[in-house]
């Protein structure tokens, strides 16, 4: 038996090294926060302008010309829908440029080495796109307030719904980062899957008001759910019930977020 | 294997393939804890990748890994922060200053506020404190060279994996690098050192491993291994003009400015014998100087000669 004295595991200095979840998670949720507060003209002012000029153009061409719930003006029927389709938008861009750019730039390394597991490599994506969200959400809310009165028939919903969406595309947002190898990949998915499921998903329109086909193609839409349940939280009507609503919304980000914690399990496209 | 309690790294029969190609097929060889290691082969002999997979950015087929007795698989947490790897690509986050950057790193291998210190000093000691507040992306490749390897050492590994750190950098970083590491060497650091500029390997490397086709060629120490070489190297002017004679052709191995350069086998070639060949065939030396083999030399034998096999099953 070797009777030389067993060197401790790490000189004391390394102490610094100690592993801690909870830092590594905070520092990498608050590292993607300052990632798109740095740019905010583009990540936060882009969006709720272009947002607020579709409020503009539509209601002025649609006021009064489309059927939309009792006692709700067109213009206050399409604020809600238009902050969670921005909702919807800036959390998926949120995380799946962000993953896209560290993968391209190859800056994904000091991730990947780092001794961060799946769980907090998506814990912190989900949470900053929340952030972006919220901070477009509000921005937008605030300004539209400034011309159109909003009633909040049920907060507890609008934040349930918020907070199911926002999660939703943020992860949606992490697979489509993990996936794409080039921005072309990411621009395909934005520009047929998010843009075009959120555009026919009642924005502008009760689905009510929709043929027979588009009705029932609607109901297989989860952004539909998500920003139905979302009005709903305003005016206290909606064209499915709220349970509904939520229900799908959850269930969207329970499947989401399986496939996602897989491909972070298995380092999938991520580590060769 | 025979890994010992002492080992900062121990690599266990590794393979790994990319389609068709084998980038790695049964590596197996142990880095004691505090050595100065280098790891040499020529591009595409499997290096970065054996890099890669000790850092978790490559997945091993076959075979396993560990760092100071963590296996790199199932006890990958532990694995990883007592590891701090330089990549071998000018990698940045563009959205970020030095200092912020540096503080982030930290941060992922849990690290707070405690570790600032550390990081303002690594920031005077790699020459970056003038830079400490400028972003990323306005720096040079020096100095951008200079934040990765601050960020490799943020989290103060005891074992540090230099993947081709002095790649295209200018003699100034080569000098504050190697005064910086062989600090944190000498206070008890591993260091494993992969480079193509074989005098640095020679100079600072206590052992080297030369692999080659993914397969292990040799791992010796470096004295031990400028030893094995069998030749030595003579230099000769000639002062007047003439054909050299037939015995001495076969063992030339280089002209350079007028000079021809005999690679002799120690046993075989006595330096006599050379001048007694040259006095015959009626030659007189201007010039004579005989030379050492370096690790250069060795490296060129080792990696180029086809016949001979590779270390099976790995080396110690």
Sequence with gaps: ?272 | MNTSSTDALSIDGVRKAYGKVQALDGVSFNIRRGEFFGLLGPNGAGKSTLISIIAGLVRVDEGRIGVLGHDTVRDWRSARRLIGVVPQELVFDPFFKVVDMLRIQAGYYGCGRESWPWIDEMLVKLDLENKRNASMRTLSGGMKRRVLIAQALVHRPPVVILDEPTAGVDVELRRTLWSFMSELHAKGTTVVLTTHYLEEAQDLCERIAIIDKGKVRVIETTAQLLDRHPFRFLRIKLANEGLLPESLRPLVSGEKNGSIELRLDREKHPISGVFTALRAAGLDLEDVHTREPDLEDIFIELTHDKSRPAVAGGAR
């Design chain 1, 1 to 272: 038996m070797n009777q030389e004295k067993k060197p401790t595991l790490l000189p004391p200095e390394t102490d610094l090294a100690r592993f801690s979840d909870r830092v590594g998670f905070v520092t990498l949720t608050v590292k993607e926060i300052k990632r798109f507060w740095n740019v905010l003209g583009q990540t936060v002012t882009a969006p709720v302008v272009t947002a607020l000029l579709y409020l503009l153009v539509f209601a002025q061409a649609m006021q009064g010309r489309a059927q939309v719930y009792p006692g709700v003006s067109y213009t206050e029927f399409l604020v809600p829908g238009l902050v969670m389709m921005t909702v919807i938008q800036n959390a998926f861009a949120n995380s799946s440029s962000s993953l896209t750019q560290s993968k391209i730039m190859g800056n994904l390394v000091f991730l990947l080495m780092a001794p961060l597991g799946a769980w907090e490599w998506f814990a912190a994506y989900v949470v900053a796109a929340l952030v972006r969200a919220a901070l477009v959400a509000s921005v937008m809310l605030l300004v539209a307030l400034l011309f159109v009165p909003l009633p909040v028939h049920a907060p507890l919903a609008l934040l349930a719904m918020f907070l199911l969406s926002g999660a939703s595309l943020a992860v949606l947002g992490l697979i489509a980062g993990i996936v794409a190898s080039k921005f072309d990949h990411l621009a395909a998915f934005t520009n047929f899957i998010i843009t075009p499921l959120s555009f026919l998903s009642g924005v502008f329109y009760s689905v009510h008001a929709l043929p027979p086909f588009w009705y029932t193609a609607s109901h297989f839409n989860p952004f539909f759910y998500m920003i139905d349940g979302f009005r709903y939280g305003f005016f206290g009507q909606a064209d499915v019930p709220i349970g509904l609503s939520l229900l799908w919304a959850a269930g969207f980000l329970a499947l989401l977020s399986t496939i996602c914690l897989w491909m972070l399990m298995t380092g999938y496209k991520l580590r060769r």
